[in-house]
């Protein structure tokens, strides 16, 4: 079945890039996510990709998706301690339905 | 605007207890996810609905889970009997058009703890 692999934990200084990579193994998905779970909460939709595009760009967030190596990034610029929080990569697999990766932890220290 | 609303927020209770979770989808809304958190298996759907018709039940780990939709406005996850493993943080979500391409808003979630 689908599976979608991500880091569990990056840490980053404040003012720093972080960069959050996702790879997957289905090719099918018309749309890419990234959710954003902050402690005590579920998740929020962050940002999304459409297939057909490499790259999004939306204030700080920076999605890059590498279709040829089912890869999808996530870049965060200028990283304030309100962006710690758990960061899922999800992709709609063939199935239709949507797959989450395990979530990759962002710690972000002052 | 209201989002997903899930009760009970927290539960504790007893192996072998009756557990029953409870979701209000968002108004218009035509489809419901169930997923449960862990930290051993992440994020895992159980279950989701479309049009209150239960579409998938794979994910749903054993007979002792159940989920129903008896309306547009409700769904419940039953667990009976309760067990140690299934401590989790149970989230409900919702969505416009089937989910696998438009968001998903979750509810905050039921935290289960089975003693």
């Known amino acids: 079945g689908e599976d979608v692999e991500q880091s569990l934990f990056l840490s980053v200084r404040e003012g720093d890039s972080s960069v959050i990579n996702c790879t997957y193994t289905d090719s099918s998905s018309t749309y890419l996510y990234w959710y954003k779970q902050e402690p005590g909460a579920g998740l929020q939709l962050l940002t999304y990709?459409?297939?057909?595009?490499d790259m999004k760009q939306d204030q700080r967030l920076t999605v890059l998706l590498n279709k040829k190596d089912k890869h999808l990034s996530l870049r965060i610029a200028d990283t304030q301690t309100g962006d710690s929080a758990i960061y899922f990569c999800a992709v709609s697999g063939n199935t239709g339905k949507l797959i989450f990766g395990q979530g990759t932890t962002l710690q972000v220290k002052p | 605007d209201a989002g997903v609303i899930q009760s009970p927020r927290h539960e504790v209770t007893e192996m072998g207890q009756e557990v029953t979770l409870r979701c209000k989808p968002i108004?218009?809304?035509?489809?419901l996810f169930w997923y449960r958190q862990t930290m051993m298996r992440g994020l895992e759907l159980l279950i989701y609905f479309n049009n209150n018709v239960p579409i998938d039940d794979s994910g749903m780990p054993e007979d002792r889970f159940s989920a129903k939709m008896p309306n547009a406005s409700f769904s419940t996850l039953k667990i009976q009997p309760s067990e140690p493993r299934d401590s989790a943080v149970y989230f409900c979500?919702?969505?416009?058009?089937?989910?696998?391409?438009?968001?998903?808003?979750f509810g905050e979630g039921s935290r289960l703890t089975v003693l």
């Open positions: 108004s218009g809304h035509n489809s």
């Open positions: 979500a919702s969505s416009l058009g089937g989910g696998n391409t438009g968001e998903l808003f």
């Open positions: 990709i459409f297939s057909n595009m």
